[in-house]
């Protein structure tokens, strides 16, 4: 079961916060964040559990409701690097197979 | 950088002939997952290797095969192209361990073009 993420696309302002969510109708083990410059490989920012734990590094954390069964991506004070595609992906328990979202599409202006 | 290496960078093949793609996994890694992305998609999962073993596979074909080398480098291998496998392959490595999730650390990926 793909998640789904939202919104589909973002446009901000350098200096701007923006929240990138993603959710699933099962209940899950983990959820994998990633961003993907254009032409690159996805690039590894955190992993949360279940269990609602929040994590964070620089000004890019995540939150993991799992009552919600969604996971929030939050970017605060936006720089021109941030810009890139966003994707979730999610495993439904310890030796499941990472399913990813379609992704949200994030363009910082400067 | 993540350490995880693919080759080559690009292949341009015609239909019905058949592919390889090599990854080399970082240093300390026991597993490869080789995921499929077409443009403006997420990566899909075609199938896991752990200790030179499938550890289980996504919804391909049976033409989409692999393998997994006591160095823990990993082959995907195509049969039988078709326009549709047209895609970025990117191959993932992790530590699996008894505890905790894997961390997938993702290499430059493969731009196979089908003709």
């Known amino acids: 079961q793909q998640p789904v993420q939202s919104p589909q696309a973002v446009i901000l302002r350098e200096g701007e916060d923006a929240v990138i969510n993603c959710s699933s109708s099962?209940?899950?083990?983990?959820v994998h964040w990633y961003r993907q410059k254009h032409g690159e490989a996805p690039v590894f920012l955190m992993i949360?559990?279940?269990?609602?734990e929040q994590k964070g590094h620089d000004k890019i954390s995540a939150s993991f409701n799992e009552k919600k069964q969604q996971s929030s991506l939050y970017l605060t004070a936006s720089q021109l690097s941030y810009s890139g595609t966003y994707f979730c992906?999610?495993?439904?328990?310890?030796?499941?197979?990472?399913?990813f979202g379609k992704g949200t599409r994030l363009h910082i202006l400067p | 950088e993540t350490g995880v290496t693919q080759s080559p960078t690009h292949l341009i093949k015609t239909r019905g002939q058949q592919v390889t793609l090599r990854c080399s996994s970082q240093?300390?890694?026991?597993?490869v997952s080789w995921y499929q992305q077409a443009l403006g998609q997420g990566p899909q999962f075609i199938f896991q290797?752990?200790?030179?073993?499938?550890?289980g596979r996504g919804n391909f074909p049976p033409r989409f095969s692999g393998l997994q080398f006591p160095n823990y480098s990993s082959e995907l291998n195509v049969n039988a192209l078709e326009l549709d496998d047209s895609a970025l392959y990117l191959c993932?490595?992790?530590?699996?361990?008894?505890?905790?999730?894997?961390?997938?650390?993702f290499g430059p990926g493969t731009r196979l073009t089908v003709l």
């Open positions: 993932a490595s992790s530590l699996k361990t008894s505890g905790g999730p894997d961390t997938q650390y």
């Open positions: 099962k209940a899950l083990y983990s």
């Open positions: 240093s300390g890694h026991n597993t």
């Open positions: 949360l559990l279940k269990g609602g």
């Open positions: 290797y752990y200790r030179e073993e499938e550890n």
């Open positions: 992906g999610t495993e439904r328990n310890r030796d499941d197979k990472i399913i």
